[in-house]
């Protein structure tokens, strides 16, 4: 009998600890998220709710868009052997995104938001803007050392952002160059560089610097700008914070 007992203490024990972390999880919410426009955010409310009732996680589509970025990093890299891989690795730079979009969206609607979710949410976006630019800077189209800047600069800006949110104030997603228009830069000058392929059967240059070059510089730049803007608004948020 008293084994018995023990056996049903330990068993409700364990129900109540499990509704607790079931309760937590549905009432969590994320600390800071990204403003995304409404007309890019309903592409995927379909698949929001097909992934709800299917049970799929937020955290295996937070992986999916890490394998985006390494089909975009693939094309990009083997586009200098098949140039028309330019039209196809921007497509997956957007899916990227839109995969980020979707495991957050989703997250919400199952009740599965939680803070190790934040993680998963970010650490992926890292790795997928490194793979991207990496794939960029050995493409053959452009000098490797400006795409390892610019992929530095991509993880600086990101980091830079993320310190609003570690200090409790806000996260930042602020700037000419947040993770969006890096893409959309991207996208310009892969299909830029295809065209002046098409039209001069060669890579076309400007003060000896090809268009990949300056699409790299121009996010380089952008972020930069992105920083200190960012920086900016953390400090004065701080600043009112201690007034």
Same mark, same amino acid.
């Given at each position: 009998?008293?084994? *018995?007992?023990?056996?049903?203490?330990?068993?409700?024990?364990? $129900?109540? !600890?499990?509704?607790?972390?079931?309760?937590?999880?549905? !009432?969590?919410?994320?600390?800071?998220?990204?403003?995304?426009?409404? @007309?890019?955010?309903? $592409?995927?409310?379909? =698949?929001?709710?097909?992934?709800?009732?299917?049970?799929?996680?937020?955290? =295996?589509?937070?992986?999916?868009? *890490?394998?985006?970025?390494?089909?975009?990093?693939?094309?990009? %890299?083997?586009?200098?052997?098949?140039?028309?891989?330019?039209?196809?690795?921007?497509?997956?730079?957007?899916?990227?995104?839109?995969?980020?979009?979707?495991?957050?969206?989703?997250?919400?609607?199952?009740?599965?938001?939680? @803070?190790?979710?934040?993680?998963? !949410?970010?650490?992926?976006?890292?790795?997928?803007?490194? *793979?991207?630019?990496?794939?960029?800077?050995?493409?053959?189209?452009?000098?490797?050392?400006?795409?390892? /800047?610019?992929?530095?600069?991509?993880?600086?800006?990101?980091?830079?952002?993320?310190?609003?949110?570690?200090?409790?104030?806000?996260?930042?997603?602020?700037? /000419?160059?947040?993770?969006? %228009?890096?893409?959309? @830069?991207?996208?310009?000058?892969? %299909?830029?560089?295809? @065209?002046?392929?098409? /039209?001069?059967?060669?890579?076309?240059?400007?003060?000896?610097?090809?268009?990949?070059? /300056?699409?790299? +510089?121009?996010?380089?730049?952008?972020?930069?700008?992105? +920083?200190?803007?960012?920086?900016?608004?953390?400090?004065?948020?701080?600043?009112?914070?201690?007034?």
């Amino acid at each position: 009998m008293l084994c *018995v007992f023990c056996y049903n203490a330990i068993q409700k024990r364990k $129900t109540a !600890n499990f509704s607790s972390k079931r309760k937590c999880m549905a !009432n969590y919410e994320p600390i800071s998220r990204r403003p995304i426009a409404a @007309a890019f955010r309903r $592409t995927a409310e379909a =698949a929001t709710r097909l992934c709800v009732r299917w049970g799929i996680h937020p955290d =295996a589509i937070s992986y999916l868009s *890490v394998l985006a970025a390494l089909a975009s990093a693939f094309c990009f %890299w083997q586009s200098h052997t098949a140039p028309r891989l330019l039209i196809i690795a921007p497509v997956f730079c957007y899916l990227r995104l839109w995969f980020n979009m979707l495991d957050g969206m989703v997250a919400l609607a199952a009740g599965k938001a939680t @803070a190790r979710g934040e993680i998963l !949410n970010d650490l992926p976006d890292r790795i997928s803007d490194i *793979v991207i630019f990496v794939g960029i800077a050995h493409s053959g189209w452009m000098n490797p050392i400006l795409g390892y /800047w610019a992929a530095i600069l991509a993880v600086l800006t990101a980091y830079v952002g993320i310190f609003g949110q570690a200090i409790g104030v806000q996260r930042e997603f602020s700037g /000419w160059m947040s993770k969006p %228009w890096r893409m959309v @830069a991207l996208h310009i000058g892969a %299909w830029t560089t295809l @065209a002046c392929w098409w /039209w001069n059967d060669q890579s076309i240059r400007l003060q000896g610097l090809t268009i990949l070059d /300056w699409t790299c +510089i121009v996010v380089i730049a952008g972020c930069v700008q992105t +920083i200190a803007a960012r920086l900016k608004r953390i400090m004065a948020a701080l600043e009112r914070r201690t007034k």
